[in-house]
C-alpha cells in the first residue's frame, strides 16, 4: 500500500483560482527592504503553455474555470474558501495583509456573539498590530500572542489600517483582555502611528501603544508588559515547572530565530537580542529579572551568536543553542541555516525547560513558509498557538522542497500496523501565494505525509505517535 519515494515534476505552470483577500505591498526582501508589487484582485490563473502535457492531462485539458463555487458561511460574508488536501491547507494570501487575515479568518470564527452564555471563545481577546516593514520588530512583539492576552498578528501600514485589516477586527470583534483593562488592540513599533490611532478609535477599539528606542529596548519592554498580564505576581513569564524560559536571535541574522516565534505564541517565554559579538544592555536588564534562573536558548551557531556572547549569557543562567550541530558525530560544526535550525528546534525536547517540540514521529501540525516571507512566518505564529500547534519549517525554494525538509516529512510520515484508520494523522499548512510555494511543491508534502503500512518491507521512513511524544 506504500509508494516509493518520488519527486514531484510538472510542466509548465498549473493555475489555481483563490480568492483574493485584498491590496497591500508584498515584502520578501531577507534583509527587510519592501519590494512592490502590481495591485490584483485575485492571484493570476495561467494555463499550461503549448502543447498540454500528456501525463499532466491524459484525457485532456479541464476548462470552464472553477468547478464549484464555494460560498462563505451564512453569518460570516468576509470568510474566504480555503484550498486543501488530504494533509496539506493552504493558508492563501498574495500579500503580508492578506496572510494574516487568512490565518485570523482559520483560528477564530468568531461567530458566538460577544453575550454568548459561555463567553466567547471563538473570539480572540485582542490583536496585536504591526508593518510589513520592520521583520525585527514583527519577531520582538510575537510573545503578545499567548495567553492569556491571545492577541494575533494582523499588519498596518504608516498611513492607517488598510481596509481588509479593518474589516477583519471588525468581524473579529475582539472581546479585551479583562486581565488588562479591557484592551482589544496592541500598537508595537511603527503600528504606532495617529493615523492607526484614529480609525481604531473611530470604531471603539481600545488599544495600548508599545514603543521604545530600539529593537533591544522593545523587547525589553513586550517582555516586562506580558509578564506582568500572565504572572502579575513576578512579572516574568514563567513556565509550568516554574522555569524561566528565554530564546535570543541575533539581529544580524533574524531568519534564524523566526521559528521561535511559533514556540513563543505557544508557552511563556521571553524573545531578546544580541549582536553576533555583544549583548545589549536591555537584553542584560531583562535577564537580570530572572536572578540567574533563566534557561536561555541561542537560535543559531557560533557564526550567528558568537562563543563570547554565548559565554556572557552564562551568568544570568544556563546557556542552550538551538543548533543542527551533533558534538559527537562531527568533528567539526556543520554549517547552520535557517532551514535546517526549524528542523532541529522541530525535533528538540529539552525536558528541563519544557521546551522544545520534539516531533520525531508523527501525528502532528507543521507550517511550510518560504524563507523570504518573514511577515508570512510571523503572522502564522498563531498557528502554534490554537489548533494543530504547528512548528515552523522553510523551504528555500518557490518551487522545490529543500532535500533535508523532504527527509525529515519523509522521517515523520504516519504508518500503520492494523488499519489507517487508527491514525495518527499529520497536517501542514502552506503559507503565502503560488508563486512563494507552488501547487507542485505543496503536494510534494501532501505525498510525504500520506499514511503507510508498516507491513510494506520497502518502506523504511515513517513512524507512530509514541515516537515523538514529549517527556518520553
Known amino acids: 500500500m506504500h509508494k516509493k519515494s518520488r519527486v514531484l515534476a510538472v510542466t ?42 500528456p501525463n499532466l492531462y491524459p484525457f485532456g485539458v479541464p476548462a470552464g474555470g472553477v468547478g464549484v463555487q464555494v460560498p462563505p458561511p451564512p453569518g460570516s460574508p468576509t470568510l474566504s474558501p480555503t484550498i486543501a488536501t488530504k494533509t496539506t491547507t493552504r493558508i492563501f494570501g498574495a500579500d503580508p495583509f492578506q496572510e494574516a487575515v487568512s490565518v485570523t479568518q482559520h483560528i477564530w470564527p468568531s461567530a458566538l456573539p ?28 510575537t510573545p503578545i500572542i499567548h495567553f492569556p492576552d491571545d492577541a494575533p498578528v494582523l499588519y498596518v501600514t504608516n498611513n492607517g489600517v488598510p481596509d481588509i485589516t479593518l474589516n477583519e477586527i471588525k468581524r473579529l470583534g475582539p472581546s479585551g483582555i479583562d486581565r488588562y483593562n479591557n484592551v482589544d488592540a496592541f500598537l508595537v513599533g511603527a503600528a504606532s502611528n495617529p493615523a492607526v490611532q484614529n480609525q481604531l478609535k473611530q470604531i471603539g477599539i481600545k488599544y495600548v501603544d508599545v514603543t521604545a528606542g530600539s529593537v533591544p529596548d522593545l523587547a525589553n519592554k513586550v517582555d516586562q508588559l506580558y509578564g506582568s498580564i500572565t504572572n502579575p505576581d513576578t512579572g516574568i513569564p514563567t513556565m509550568d515547572n516554574g522555569m524561566m524560559d528565554v530564546v535570543i536571535g541575533s539581529t544580524d541574522a533574524y531568519q534564524f530565530v523566526l521559528p521561535a516565534t511559533h514556540w513563543v505564541s505557544h508557552m511563556a517565554t521571553g524573545l531578546f537580542w544580541v549582536t553576533k559579538d555583544s549583548v545589549p544592555q536591555a537584553t542584560v536588564d531583562a535577564l537580570k529579572r530572572r536572578n540567574g534562573q533563566a534557561r536561555i536558548y541561542l537560535f543559531g551557531g557560533p557564526g550567528q551568536i558568537s562563543s563570547s556572547v554565548a559565554s556572557k549569557l552564562a551568568q544570568y543562567g544556563s546557556v542552550i543553542r538551538v543548533t543542527n550541530d551533533d558534538n559527537v558525530a562531527y568533528n567539526a560544526p556543520p554549517a547552520d541555516t535557517p532551514e535546517e535550525t526549524a528542523i532541529a528546534f522541530s525535533k528538540m525536547w529539552d525536558s528541563a525547560g519544557e521546551f522544545g517540540w520534539k516531533i520525531t514521529g508523527p501525528g502532528h501540525g507543521f507550517t511550510l513558509v518560504n524563507i523570504n516571507d518573514w511577515a508570512g512566518a510571523v503572522a502564522s505564529s498563531p498557528l502554534s498557538h490554537l489548533g494543530f500547534h504547528a512548528p515552523l519549517l522553510f523551504t528555500d525554494s518557490p518551487t522545490t522542497l529543500p532535500a533535508d525538509v523532504d527527509a525529515y516529512f519523509k522521517s515523520v510520515e504516519p504508518t500503520f500496523l492494523n488499519t489507517p484508520a487508527d491514525g495518527p494523522y499529520n497536517m501542514t499548512y502552506a503559507i503565502g501565494s503560488w508563486d512563494q510555494i507552488s501547487w507542485p511543491e505543496e503536494l510534494q508534502v501532501e505525498y510525504d505525509s500520506e499514511m503507510g503500512n508498516r507491513r510494506d518491507t520497502s518502506l523504511n521512513t515513517g513512524g507512530t505517535y509514541g515516537d515523538s511524544a514529549p517527556g518520553t
Do not use: F, M, Y
Open 12 to 53: 509548465g505552470t498549473i493555475g489555481v483560482v483563490a480568492l483574493a483577500l485584498g491590496l497591500g505591498s508584498r515584502v520578501l526582501s531577507a534583509s527587510g527592504e519592501t519590494a512592490a508589487v502590481a495591485r490584483q484582485t485575485a492571484p493570476t490563473t495561467t494555463a499550461p503553455p503549448g502543447a498540454p502535457d
Open 114 to 141: 460577544t453575550n454568548a452564555p459561555n463567553g466567547t471563545p471563538d473570539r480572540p481577546r485582542a490583536v496585536t498590530l504591526l508593518t510589513t516593514d520592520d521583520p525585527l520588530t514583527a519577531i520582538t512583539a
